[in-house]
């Protein structure tokens, strides 16, 4: 289904897995010579590590340039197409679009938090949603998730998320003590808005069997449009997306 289909992006070099950069490419390439469906195969890079990724005899298809660095830094000879980065504080997206002028075919994503979201964003932008990190304080509340999504769907605003996606159903992370969004909670939660419904209980569910069935009930045309809004989210794993998805039986055995 149009659900799944070129959601997850490699964020293999990001933390908690923090691959070394020869390691990241290697399964980077893996996961692209295996094709699987669900995976972009899109690298999430941070900016200041383009020289290494230059000094590598492999290079990924597409490339999402995180920007970490104070500067923009060239990246002609890249195939980057995306371009995520922290919105400034007393700044506009469009303002953002304004200063960077990206080459034509690069999209670039302004990260905002979830309860600061603005409907001026040009059609050539899209936002980015932090869903977790490294501490419980990086976790947005359900509610401000879910404010987020309706702002974004009623302004038809695309978005991608990162951070703290481990699994397909929210769960409890006793290490943090918090509570983890799970990517289906997510991708269900902008179907509930598209659909005109309260994404609230869907993103606050653990109740997995009930996940599945709501999942089995999507329509095409619904999940063509959450897809639409939704673009994809960035995993430092790339085999447990498909491992929760099959487990689920969300996905066919071959589309791992």
């Known amino acids: 289904m ?33 094709g699987s469906p669900v995976l972009t195969h899109r690298f999430l890079c941070p900016a200041s590590r383009l020289d290494r990724l230059r000094a590598m005899d492999y290079r990924p298809r597409r490339i999402g340039l995180i920007i970490d660095t104070s500067e923009l830094p060239d990246f002609a000879d890249l195939p980057v197409d995306y371009v995520e980065i922290r ?19 690069v999209r670039l994503f302004a990260e905002v938090l979830p309860r600061k979201m603005s409907a001026d964003v040009p059609p050539e932008a899209a936002l980015k949603v932090r869903c977790g990190g490294t501490t419980a304080d990086a976790f947005p509340a359900v509610e401000q998730l879910a404010q987020f999504i309706r702002s974004c769907v009623e302004n038809d605003i695309a978005f991608k998320a990162t ?3 481990h699994h397909a159903v929210r769960h409890f992370d ?12 997510l991708l269900l939660a902008v179907c509930e808005a598209v659909e005109g419904r309260d994404p609230v209980p869907v993103l606050r569910s653990t109740d997995v069997g009930n996940l599945v069935r709501l999942a089995g009930t999507v329509r ?15 995993s430092c794993s790339t085999s447990r997306p498909l491992e929760d998805l099959r487990a689920l039986g969300l996905i066919e055995e071959e589309d791992m």
């Open 174 to 185: 006793p290490s943090l003590g918090v509570d983890r969004h799970g990517f289906l909670n």
């Open 2 to 34: 149009r659900l799944y289909t070129a959601l997850v992006d490699d964020a293999g070099l990001f933390p908690p897995t923090s691959l070394h950069m020869d390691e990241a490419l290697a399964r980077n390439r893996r996961d692209l010579e295996r």
């Open 87 to 105: 919105l400034p504080a007393d700044t506009s997206v469009s303002e953002l679009v304004a200063r960077l002028r990206l080459p034509d075919g």
């Open 220 to 234: 095409e045309e619904t999940a063509e449009r959450a897809r639409h809004l939704l673009v994809s989210y960035g």
């Open 163 to 165: 951070a703290g996606l």
